[in-house]
């Protein structure tokens, strides 16, 4: 299973840095998603870093913003998000790609295991 943490209100121009622990799978066999839902819109995708750690794959709406780390070590992966807007305001999710060892995509279809959301409000 997966879970995320770290959500909150933050200002409009400032940071916030999600976390997501993993149990219950060999977690450095698998790639990580980060994903948002907004309300009335559909889930979609933030990032994908490969099992290894070695790439991560950015959506176009976060790309220089967003950071991906990823701890094999303690099954953890973080999402660090800079200059937050309004816009940002989202349920996050992280989740785990129904196959191990293969290259990242960034569609939620080749998804399985999903944390439970976490609430980001960007907001003055």
């Known amino acids: 299973q997966l879970q995320a943490s770290g959500g909150g209100l933050v200002q409009p121009g400032g940071s916030l840095r999600l976390s997501c622990a993993a149990s219950?799978?060999?977690?450095?066999?698998?790639?990580i998603g980060w994903f948002r839902q907004a309300p009335g819109e559909e889930r979609v995708a933030l990032s994908c870093t490969s099992s290894s750690d070695a790439d991560t794959e950015y959506a176009a709406s976060v790309q220089g913003r967003f950071f991906v780390s990823r701890d094999n070590a303690e099954n953890t992966v973080y999402l660090q998000m800079n200059s937050l807007k309004p816009e940002d305001t989202a349920v996050y999710y992280c989740?785990?790609?129904?196959?191990?060892?293969?290259?990242?995509?960034?569609?939620?279809?080749?998804?399985?295991?999903w944390g439970q959301g976490t609430l980001v409000t960007v907001s003055s």
């Open positions: 989740a785990r790609m129904t196959t191990a060892w293969t290259s990242c995509v960034l569609s939620r279809y080749e998804y399985n295991v």
């Open positions: 219950g799978f060999t977690f450095r066999y698998y790639n």
